[in-house]
């Protein structure tokens, strides 16, 4: 049984910063990503990196701000959140996939384990 458990979410104010942890039980070469859903919205993309760490992705409205990484020797995924705005509210999701889907890694889909998910919320 494969388990992943975020942390790190809380309540900031525009501008500041947040770090997020995703940890892993179970096998460890996953592809990670990590995922986004907004009230009324669909989840969405907003990171992945693969299972050495050797490449990682960014959706376009948060490259440049946040920077995913994970620790091999702990199984744990972080995703790095700087310069936060009111859009990136959100409850995010870690995800991980049996595979590397290396052109397909934006869709939910291609997951086959999920997180219960952590509460960001930033104001203006």
């Known amino acids: 049984q494969v388990q992943l458990v975020e942390s790190g979410g809380g309540l900031v104010q525009a501008g500041e910063s947040l770090r997020l942890s995703c940890a892993a039980s179970?096998?460890?070469?996953?592809?990670m990503g990590w995922f986004r859903q907004a009230p009324g919205k669909e989840r969405e993309f907003v990171s992945a990196?693969?299972?050495?760490?050797?490449?990682?992705y960014y959706a376009a409205s948060v490259k440049g701000r946040f920077t995913i990484s994970r620790d091999g020797n702990t199984n744990t995924v972080y995703l790095q959140m700087d310069t936060l705005k009111p859009e990136d509210t959100a409850v995010y999701y870690c995800?991980?996939?049996?595979?590397?889907?290396?052109?397909?890694?934006?869709?939910?889909?291609?997951?086959?384990?999920w997180g219960q998910g952590t509460q960001v919320t930033v104001s203006s």
């Open positions: 995800a991980a996939a049996n595979y590397s889907p290396l052109t397909t890694y934006a869709k939910t889909d291609q997951y086959a384990y």
């Open positions: 990196i693969t299972w050495n760490g050797g490449s990682t």
């Open positions: 179970g096998r460890r070469s996953f592809f």
